[in-house]
């Protein structure tokens, strides 16, 4: 069941960044119940025409299949948005890939530049053609989706983990740079959902990373969610350049 009060986000417009499966998608689900229209920005059109079918919200749903980690067809994504919705109120910056799994030594260059692209440039690619609209507006919240593997480190996954630490600063520092203006950002830093971004897990990955979490279970998409939506919210209206901690008692600052 989705959680949702439709009067709550009525009449405003969220993209959701990777919004095609996953925790965008659960994302996504939970903006709508919430009242507001959303805007599904991912890679693949199959998969976004897949989501939106399945949120069944007619006109209140628009996908573009958009690359977050080049500025142009972000900037056209944002125009048409706002043409279709008139303007854009919250931006959940989630689209997000893993990368390889390799030590250092071993962890190849293109691939390093690859996961910083998507994760982190994506962010400020989508931050940089929202957000000046969002403070001449005088309101906005931005959520980005960061991960506690951003502020804890994990082995083999320099990349990843340095793309969301990077997320986590660049938060902190917009933030501070529009927080007179009606604009919050804040970031989510969960533990590991079981979705399609880890691939196939064998059951030896699986305990390795359960064993991370004191409570001992992945986190349920629509688990964040429901964090996220708070944080979109006009209720969420004193707290920005926060990292919000999902994590089942795993992040140890
Ligand atoms: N699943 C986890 O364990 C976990 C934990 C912490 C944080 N996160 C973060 O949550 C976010 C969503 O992850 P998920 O688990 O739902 O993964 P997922 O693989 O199921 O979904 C990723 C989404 O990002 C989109 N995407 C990937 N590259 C893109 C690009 N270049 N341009 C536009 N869209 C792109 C995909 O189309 C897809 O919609 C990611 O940022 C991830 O780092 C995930």
């Known amino acids: 069941m989705v959680n949702g009060d439709p009067s709550r986000l009525a009449g405003q417009c969220a993209v959701v960044t990777g919004g095609s499966r996953g925790i965008g998608l659960a994302v996504a689900r939970r903006l709508l119940a919430d009242g507001a229209a959303v805007s599904l920005w991912a890679r693949d059109q199959a998969v976004l025409e897949a989501a ?81 609209e969002m403070v001449r507006n005088g309101y ?32 902190k520092s917009l933030a501070k740079e529009v927080a007179r203006s009606g604009v919050l950002v804040n970031a989510v830093t969960p533990s590991a959902s079981e979705t399609e971004i880890f691939g196939r897990l064998d059951d030896d990955r699986r305990q390795k990373l359960l064993a991370n979490v004191p409570m001992g279970r992945f986190v349920e998409p629509g688990e964040i969610a429901n964090l996220v939506a708070w944080l979109c919210s006009p209720e969420c209206s004193f707290s920005t350049g926060a990292v919000f901690d999902i994590s089942g008692g795993r992040a140890s600052f």
């Open 52 to 132: 939106s079918g399945q949120l069944a919200a007619g006109a209140r749903v628009s996908c573009h299949c958009v690359d977050v980690s080049n500025p142009d067809e972000v900037s056209g994504a944002a125009d048409q948005t706002r043409s279709r919705f008139g303007r854009v109120d919250i931006l959940v910056n989630n689209a997000g890939i893993l990368g390889p799994r390799a030590a250092v030594g071993d962890y190849p260059h293109e691939a390093f530049e690859t996961v910083l692209a998507v994760n982190l440039t994506g962010t400020f690619n989508c931050c940089s053609a929202i957000v000046p």
């Open 140 to 171: 906005g919240r931005v959520v980005n989706v960061a991960s506690v593997v951003g502020k804890d480190g994990n082995p083999f996954v320099s990349g990843y983990a340095a793309s969301k630490a990077g997320q986590i600063a660049l938060t």
